[in-house]
């Protein structure tokens, strides 16, 4: 029996696995995000039929996991706002105000790390596109975590994001992946996500001393950190690649094998 994508309104229960099974998945401080966790507890409130696991029955498996929400979006880069924070705000605003969304946002595509390797990325991705389909949605829009970016933390990322192989690729795996599916990197922002926390909770997730002010590299960020002892606070803003999957002329993809 092949995996299969479950949503988390067929089964709710597989998602209390999550913590335990995808742990180290995303650094410790990327856990902490100033996002209200009452936006996240929402998240499988009203929108569950946007959550899904791939599922394996045989090995009674989760090997990934997408999460996404609806949202509306003008077509244009400035309309995509700053990032991950800003669409959750927007998503939530239209589901209040009764507004019709038109684009579907990725919000995390992760994988096991039991069962990384095996492809199962790429499938993830290929089924965020076929539910954004699914519904009728314009556009799949990514505010995408670029995987080696902790390897230039000065870099900005607008520059990061354009970087190129010999072979002209993208430099980075993951922009790499979604263009191969036909992503386009359509922008990027220096502040997608703000991470704060005290000096103490900083030095907890992140397993260094901060004993003076200014900006510090860390291990896995993507930037820098901005450390102010003296009012015992230190701010991170995560930067995020924009990629876009224009749906309105895409064929139809046939269901993604789990593995390349």
């Known amino acids: 029996m092949s995996p299969r994508f479950v949503l988390h309104s067929e089964r709710p229960e597989l998602w209390d696995r999550i913590d335990e099974e995808f742990a180290g998945v995303v650094p410790e401080y990327n856990l902490h995000g100033d996002i209200s966790p009452g936006f996240w507890k929402r998240l499988f409130e009203d929108f569950r039929e946007y ?18 929400l609806p949202r509306v979006w003008d077509g244009t880069p400035e309309g995509l706002g700053s990032g991950l924070d800003d669409s959750i705000d927007a998503a939530f605003t239209a589901r209040d105000q009764g507004l019709a969304p038109n684009a579907l946002v990725a919000l995390g595509v992760e994988v096991s790390p039991a069962h990384q390797g095996g ?80 000096i103490a909770e900083w030095e907890s997730w992140t397993g260094m ?51 390349d």
């Open 119 to 198: 492809g199962h990325s790429r499938a993830l991705l290929t089924q965020l596109t076929d539910l954004a389909g699914a519904h009728g949605f314009d556009d799949l829009i990514v505010p995408l975590r670029p995987i080696w970016k902790h390897r230039y933390p000065l870099a900005p990322i607008e520059e990061y994001a354009h970087w190129k192989r010999e072979d002209g690729e993208p430099f980075d795996p993951w922009i790499r992946t979604q263009v191969r599916l036909g992503g386009t990197i359509t922008t990027a922002m220096e502040r997608s996500s703000r991470i704060s926390g005290t």
């Open 51 to 68: 959550q899904f696991v791939l599922y394996d029955e045989e090995r009674d498996a989760v090997l990934g996991a997408g999460r996404s």
């Open 209 to 259: 001393a901060f004993p003076a002010d200014g900006d510090h590299v860390f291990p896995e960020g993507l930037s820098t950190l901005r450390v102010d002892r003296a009012a015992d606070r230190a701010v991170y803003w995560e930067p995020a690649v924009w990629v876009t999957f224009d749906l309105r002329s895409a064929e139809p993809s046939p269901p993604a094998p789990p593995r």
